[in-house]
């Protein structure tokens, strides 16, 4: 792929409606020429920063030193706002008092650290169509990987009768709150009730979820929520996990060193720790702060301004299904045949194209970031996907604009009638514009 280094390409900000955050975003360049604003329909995989994101970790830097162990007055306003976010997070995520915020990485740590963390014998039941994240971390003769039913009534069915087959001991309900590949909403509380009945606690996979909808771990009666912070406008690496206390408590720390440990002594044969028994024995090592700064601040303008995303997404999302429909020849995936709350996020496919290919052209000619492929959800997109076992998703979000959805419908009709208007191959593996004179930004240079 030939790529140029060199043009301006200003940052701009976009907001959508008055009572809605403003995001970043930008202008990408096109191969047919010239440039375009970025239709960013790809908020699924990551969320563009918000610009008051981007405000606060910008007036928090100069104040940036290490949290909890220094005595300089940086050191404390940086413990101060690590701490300051864990609060945010438990108003978020609707958390009891007893409810314990860890941060993480991602949502992949997250679930990973609550993997780590269960009893022995744990069983763990869960839908085989579940994000890799959820899918996989879980081990032992005791994992129940249900095959996703196709009504959402027919879904709580299945996970009672999966917990009514499980031995006795701990039982953990692994569940996502929207689908990555459909948008499509789990009925989580009717889950998690079944699962209190049969003594098992519920992890709430709130990735997609989250960004979209008020969460809450007491309305919705769930022991766990995971999210990412990368998905919910704040990508400086941090995420959480957030719930019950106990099993985290008794768990051997998920990383073992300096900030997990309250005392360390030297034994003939060794030595001996005293793990702190609070959320910083499953966060060793020098936090991010920053990261998690950005991700309070992120859920404290979401958790603002529901009422005014949620009618704005709902508005898109039909302007977006009734566009795609009326492209020949494409399908929409779906996993269950009732309807369900969706948030924004559809994947398709398209008779006689590539995924790959027609993302490749969205992106080159149009100047649309959709994604392509198999979105982590094998299961489920080669269920959903049939014989290619791939489709294109379009996920909105706080920077999309009716324009954006507009264009993509445009330029799918467009190429269904007449085709791409440039040369495309795989010279990396992956469908790409060949040649691509598309210029690479100036901070890119050199
Ligand atoms: N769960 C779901 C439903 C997701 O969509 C994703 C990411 O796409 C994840 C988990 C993993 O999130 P992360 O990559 O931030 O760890």
């Known amino acids: 792929m030939t790529l140029t280094v060199g043009s301006t390409i200003d940052s701009t900000e976009i907001r959508v409606r008055q009572d809605i955050p403003a995001v970043l975003g930008t202008r990408v360049p096109l ?30 830097l100069p104040w940036y030193a290490s949290a909890h162990r220094g005595a300089g007055f940086a050191s404390q306003v940086s413990t101060r706002v690590y701490e300051r976010a864990r609060e945010v997070l438990r108003k978020f995520a609707g958390a009891r008092d007893r409810d314990t915020v860890i941060f993480t990485r991602n949502t992949t ?50 996970v009672e009768r999966a917990l009514a087959g499980c031995p006795a001991g701990p039982r953990l309900v692994v569940l996502t709150g929207a689908s990555n590949v459909t948008g499509e909403t789990l009925p989580v509380a009717e889950i ?115 009422d005014a995303l949620e009618a704005h997404e709902h508005a898109l999302l039909e302007r977006l299904r009734a566009g795609l429909a009326a492209v020949p020849g494409l399908a929409e995936l779906r996993l269950f045949d009732d309807e369900s709350d ?34 982590c959800a094998h299961i489920a997109t080669r269920r959903l996907a049939g014989q290619g076992a791939q489709a294109v998703r379009v996920s909105l979000g706080l920077g999309t604009t009716e324009e954006h959805i507009d264009r993509l419908v445009l330029a799918l009709r467009q190429i269904v009638a007449r085709g791409a208007r440039w040369t495309y191959g795989r010279p990396a593996g992956r469908w790409a514009p060949v040649p691509d004179p598309r210029p690479l930004p100036p901070f890119l240079a050199g």
């Not at 997250?110 to 081990?139: C, K």
């Not at 990735?207 to 999210?227: E, K, N, W």
């Open 31 to 60: 191969v047919t020429g010239g440039e375009t604003g970025y239709a960013n329909l790809d908020h699924a995989a990551s969320a563009p920063c918000l610009a008051a994101v981007r405000d606060a970790v910008d007036a928090f």
């Open 109 to 158: 740590d997250a679930l990973n650290l609550l993997a780590r963390a269960l009893p022995r014998h744990t069983s763990v039941v869960l839908f085989d169509t579940e994000h890799h994240a959820a899918l996989l971390p879980w081990r032992g003769p005791n994992v129940v990987r249900i095959p996703a039913p196709r009504t959402r009534l027919a879904a709580v069915a299945a």
């Open 192 to 306: 998690a009730a079944v699962a209190r009945r049969h003594g098992a606690r519920t992890a709430l996979d709130a990735a997609q979820l989250a960004p979209h909808r008020p969460i809450s771990l007491t309305g919705l009666d769930v022991d766990y929520v995971v999210l990412s912070g990368h998905k919910l406008y704040a990508p400086f690496g941090a995420g959480a996990l957030i719930g019950r206390a106990d099993w985290l408590r008794a768990a051997t720390p998920y990383l073992a060193g300096g900030g997990a440990t309250k005392a360390v002594t030297r034994h003939e044969t060794g030595v001996g720790v005293t793990w702190h028994t609070g959320p910083e024995r499953h966060e060793a090592g020098s936090p991010n702060i920053v990261g998690v700064h950005a991700l309070a601040v992120a859920c404290e303008q979401l958790g603002a301004h529901w």
């Open 342 to 375: 969706r948030t924004g996020t559809v994947s398709f496919t398209l008779d006689g194209f590539e995924p790959g290919w027609l993302s490749a052209v969205l992106s080159a000619e149009y100047g649309i970031g959709v994604r392509d492929g198999a979105f």
